[in-house]
């Protein structure tokens, strides 16, 4: 089985050569690599030019493409010039575990399966990044492998399946290959879960980016018509705390007021509880209600604007 590694960069000199080790350390190796440059303008393309790899296969070479877009544009592109039948998917910013190829290709030897989802974990650095994988990746005591949906940060499938479901949608800037996934659903294609298929995420190093990788995501879903029930249920909880500020300013009343204080006491410690397990560092009491509100800030800002133009 011939296999093809793609990723997209744009601006991205300070990780890529972290995914490039990690390429040229598989175990398994990748008959055809290509990596499409979005139109970088700081020194990825040189990164990715001048690289030093040592393999036993003294074939691999790095085929750069150049195409101003999108990372669906990129996708696509490094696809349709692809030579092999199973592309494997991955992103800058992850650093891949060394038998990820094996892994996430594996399934593949059953003739019947169309795409194979891999897994993601945290790579944090620092307690704030430890707080933050929780709110963004699916930790693994929560993995359902029957409805898991695949993510380009690792993934992997048939190039025929990509064409059945007309490629990465390039409309969508944000979260498009959460839609190429709904897509492979729809299309009744059958998908796997790897959870040996391991690439670790290098999550964002303040809160400034976090907010804004948030309202990336939120304006994303909304804009391709994607409503989580979490962030009804989100946009329900504030407009009722909304509701009760603007009847305490009306009548002054106590009662108000003390349900006001209890519901955020209650809220603090919520997002607490629900993943002081996953750090399990004193620092986390601080850290995680911080997040936990900028993350629905961001989240309401993000969606609100995300509808704004769609229905424009």
Same mark, same amino acid.
């Given at each position: 089985?011939?296999?093809?590694?793609?990723?997209?960069?744009?601006?991205?000199?300070?990780?890529?050569?972290?995914?490039?080790?990690?390429?040229?350390?598989?175990?398994?190796?990748?008959?055809?690599?290509?990596?499409?440059?979005?139109?970088?303008?700081?020194?990825?393309?040189?990164?990715?030019?001048?690289?030093?790899?040592?393999?036993?296969?003294?074939?691999?070479?790095?085929?750069?493409? @150049? #195409? *101003?877009?999108?990372?669906?544009?990129?996708?696509?592109?490094?696809?349709?010039? %692809? =030579? &092999? +039948?199973?592309? /494997?998917?991955?992103?800058?910013?992850?650093?891949?575990?060394?038998?990820?190829?094996?892994?996430?290709?594996?399934?593949?030897?059953?003739?019947?399966?169309?795409?194979?989802?891999?897994?993601?974990?945290?790579?944090?650095?620092?307690?704030?990044?430890?707080?933050?994988?929780?709110?963004?990746?699916?930790?693994?005591?929560?993995?359902?492998?029957?409805?898991?949906?695949?993510?380009?940060?690792?993934?992997? @499938? #048939? *190039?025929?399946?990509?064409?059945?479901?007309?490629?990465?949608?390039?409309?969508? %800037? =944000? &979260? +498009?290959?959460? /839609?190429?996934?709904?897509?492979?659903?729809?299309?009744?294609?059958?998908?796997?879960?790897?959870?040996?298929?391991?690439?670790?995420?290098?999550?964002?190093?303040?809160?400034?980016?976090?907010?804004?990788?948030?309202?990336?995501?939120?304006?994303?879903?909304?804009?391709?018509?994607?409503?989580?029930?979490?962030?009804?249920?989100?946009?329900?909880?504030?407009?009722?705390?909304?509701?009760?500020?603007?009847?305490?300013?009306?009548?002054?009343?106590?009662?108000?007021?003390?349900?006001?204080?209890?519901?955020?006491?209650?809220?603090?410690?919520?997002?607490?509880?629900?993943?002081?397990?996953?750090?399990?560092?004193?620092?986390?009491?601080?850290?995680?209600?911080?997040?936990?509100?900028?993350?629905?800030?961001?989240?309401?800002?993000?969606?609100?604007?995300?509808?704004?133009?769609?229905?424009?």
């Amino acid at each position: 089985m011939k296999v093809s590694f793609i990723a997209t960069v744009y601006n991205e000199e300070s990780a890529i050569k972290q995914l490039l080790k990690s390429l040229f350390s598989q175990s398994k190796f990748p008959d055809e690599i290509i990596i499409v440059d979005g139109g970088s303008t700081d020194n990825t393309v040189s990164e990715i030019s001048n690289f030093k790899f040592s393999t036993p296969n003294k074939k691999a070479k790095i085929k750069l493409i @150049f #195409k *101003k877009g999108n990372r669906s544009v990129g996708r696509n592109e490094a696809i349709e010039k %692809s =030579n &092999n +039948e199973i592309i /494997v998917c991955s992103d800058a910013g992850c650093i891949l575990d060394e038998n990820w190829i094996k892994n996430v290709t594996e399934p593949f030897e059953n003739l019947k399966v169309d795409v194979v989802a891999g897994y993601c974990r945290g790579d944090a650095k620092t307690i704030f990044q430890k707080c933050l994988i929780p709110y963004v990746l699916v930790m693994s005591d929560k993995v359902d492998g029957n409805n898991f949906l695949p993510a380009t940060r690792s993934m992997a @499938f #048939k *190039k025929s399946m990509w064409k059945k479901a007309k490629g990465f949608p390039e409309q969508f %800037s =944000n &979260n +498009e290959d959460h /839609v190429f996934a709904k897509r492979l659903k729809e299309i009744n294609a059958k998908i796997v879960f790897e959870k040996k298929a391991i690439v670790y995420w290098m999550p964002r190093g303040n809160l400034s980016d976090a907010f804004i990788m948030f309202y990336r995501f939120a304006k994303g879903d909304a804009e391709s018509r994607i409503f989580r029930p979490k962030v009804i249920i989100l946009f329900f909880r504030y407009i009722i705390g909304l509701l009760l500020v603007v009847f305490y300013a009306i009548s002054k009343s106590y009662i108000i007021l003390n349900t006001l204080y209890l519901i955020l006491l209650a809220y603090i410690i919520w997002s607490i509880t629900k993943n002081y397990k996953y750090v399990k560092d004193i620092r986390a009491i601080f850290l995680l209600p911080l997040i936990q509100i900028t993350s629905d800030i961001a989240v309401i800002c993000g969606s609100t604007k995300g509808l704004m133009r769609l229905f424009s």
